[in-house]
């Protein structure tokens, strides 16, 4: 069959940052995909590139083996249509007249609709269960009716593609539903090519024969929902701990996250040192203070989005000025609030000569006996110094008796089984 696009060795972004590099990617006419990723993967921007709305900085993008950016806005509107998050009108349209705009790319701008588009847009409306609606405003219709007016309004445009992000966001589950079940019709009567984004991967299996796992800029899995949806590889791109089960009536897979665990009591809640840096702890830091852990910092520069999120939490830090190496008297201060802790914490730090000492406060806290746990993804990555220094001796903090955590929740697990035994009560 056809290639309905396909996306060769492309990089984008915004601002001078890029989202993706060298992306490689083609879906065949007539499937049905989904994109999958956390926040910030590149879902959106992929589909703003694919249309056409976001120019790469390099490679080419294909419609049916024409490059998007050469063709007319018209031309690309006739085999691609896109249904947004959400739909804002300066005007109170009724559904009738937002329907009919979707055949704008295919009229002449001097003549009226022909009975041929009334016939499309007629049965667009019907195809969507909104002719009842038709005389109705949009701002007076509920969530899932706007959302269906909204997809009659793509599928007048007769597109063989259609591009849709997020179709169900703010959606209850009834009308979740029904919205799947209209783009699944026209996937399989019409034989329309869809790609969509979503958050709801259980909906996404449920409905897609095809998903397509993004982070970072990154397509990380691509297949069936039985070869994406594994949990080791969900954790590594979601970093928490979840479930993949199958449902047993539908044979549908069921993605749910586990249980956290329980909140220590405040009364004995431990204290923990945390060696963070670069934006790798914020989220971490957050968990901590909501599970009631009392939390040390440091070494961190001033001005560091971890040294930021820490000061918000009210946590003690030990601070260096800004862009400087960390000096020995800051270094001093950092071990001797990791050797006073219950626990040290050493979260996705890139390491590069300035702040390498660091790894010092992890190595001494171990030597001691405290418990360090240390996050061991993307090691390599994180090493920007000569001769892959960190890798080497964070491999041997590991050997030491180190604890390897790569989600949250594995960390806080962690800390609950050492909770177990009686927690330091040391200031601060």
Request: charged share 20%; net charge neutral.
């Amino acid at each position: 069959m056809n290639q309905a696009f396909a996306l060769e060795q492309v990089s984008a972004g915004y601002h001078q940052t890029p989202i993706f590099r060298n992306l490689q990617l083609a879906v065949t006419e007539g499937e049905m995909v989904a994109l999958l990723g956390p926040n910030g993967a590149g879902k959106s921007t992929l589909l703003h590139v694919l249309t056409g709305l976001l120019t790469p900085t390099a490679g080419t993008i294909r419609l049916f083996g024409q490059d998007v950016n050469k063709l007319r806005a018209a031309e690309r509107a006739r085999l691609i249509a896109v249904v947004p998050q959400e739909l804002k009108t300066p005007m109170a349209y009724t559904v009738a007249e937002l329907v009919l705009m979707g055949r704008t790319a295919l009229l002449n701008p001097w003549r009226q609709p022909s009975a041929v588009d009334s016939q499309v847009v007629e049965r667009a409306m019907v195809y969507t269960d909104v002719s009842d609606l038709s005389n109705r405003s949009l701002d007076a219709l509920s969530g899932g009716e706007k959302q269906r007016a909204v997809i009659a309004m793509a599928l007048a445009q007769e597109p063989r593609i259609i591009v849709m992000d997020e179709p169900t966001t703010h959606l209850d589950l009834n009308h979740s539903l029904e919205i799947m079940q209209i783009i699944e019709r026209l996937n399989r009567e019409q034989g329309v090519t869809v790609m969509m984004t979503s958050h709801d991967l259980n909906m996404a299996a449920e409905f897609c024969q095809r998903l397509i796992l993004l982070d970072q800029g990154q397509v990380v899995a691509d297949g069936t929902p039985e070869a994406v949806l594994k949990e080791e590889i969900l954790r590594e791109v979601y970093h928490c701990d979840l479930r993949v089960r199958k449902d047993t009536p539908t044979g549908a897979l069921f993605v749910a996250p586990a249980r956290r665990p329980p909140l220590p009591r405040p009364a004995t809640a431990m204290r923990v040192h945390v060696i963070a840096g670069g934006g790798s702890g914020g989220e971490l830091l957050r968990q901590l203070a909501l599970c009631g852990y009392r939390v040390t910092c440091g070494v961190l520069n001033q001005m560091d989005s971890d040294a930021r999120a820490a000061e918000a939490l009210g946590m003690v830090q030990i601070m260096e000025k800004p862009f400087s190496p960390i000096g020995p008297e800051a270094l001093s201060q950092a071990k001797h609030l990791a050797t006073d802790a219950a626990a040290v914490i050493l979260c996705e730090v890139p390491f590069g000569p300035g702040n390498l000492i660091n790894l010092e406060i992890a190595e001494d806290a171990l030597q001691k006996g405290i418990p360090v746990l240390i996050n061991d993804r993307n090691l390599e990555k994180r090493d920007y110094t000569a001769g892959q220094n960190v890798v080497a001796r964070i491999r041997q903090l590991i050997q030491s008796g180190a604890i390897c955590w790569r989600q949250g929740n594995v960390a806080l697990t962690a800390l609950a089984r050492l909770s177990g035994s009686a927690p330091r009560q040391s200031s601060p």
